[in-house]
């Protein structure tokens, strides 16, 4: 039951850090600013929601999914630090931690076929593109800006 729980709970984080992230770059593209805390806020939902992606494996995550989980662990910790004390090695951490864990622990579900086809390789390549995008994005804004 408690497994049910924290599956349903981390969806739920996972889905509203996404809602906040939506909020983030809306503000960027429409004020030239970042807004505060909404950033900061979102890191501990994307680690919880991976929390809730390793419920999902029920105990079968073999090495890579326990590994996931050590890095989820990881992220959501370094996450609470941040709102405490934001320093860059927190913000990395708790910032790339869940794209990491999402490939570790996506990797698993892959393998045990948690979730139909296609659904089963959502958690990898978000884990993969999410990175990527970013990189991108970052690449964008210094092309616009002229350097």
Do not use: N
Not at 4 to 17: D, E, F, K, T, Y
Not at 104 to 113: I, K, N, P, W, Y
Not at 128 to 144: D, E, Q, S, V
């Amino acid at each position: 039951m408690a497994s049910s729980a924290l599956i349903r709970i981390g969806g739920l984080a996972a889905m509203v850090g996404g809602l906040l992230w939506v909020v983030k770059g809306g503000a960027i593209l429409l004020t030239g600013q970042q807004p505060p805390v909404v950033f900061e806020a979102a890191l501990p939902l994307f680690a919880l929601g991976l929390l809730g992606l390793y419920a999902r494996l029920e105990g079968r995550g073999r090495p890579l999914g326990k590994a996931g989980l050590l890095v989820a662990y990881a992220a959501l910790a370094a996450a609470v630090l941040v709102l405490v004390t934001p320093l860059p090695p927190l913000y990395a951490v708790a910032g790339f931690g869940p794209f990491l864990g999402l490939v570790l622990v996506g990797s698993a579900t892959l393998q045990d076929r948690i979730s139909p086809p296609p659904w089963s390789a959502l958690p990898l390549a978000l884990g993969l593109g999410g990175p990527l995008l970013i990189l991108a994005g970052g690449g964008l804004y210094l092309i616009g800006r002229g350097g």
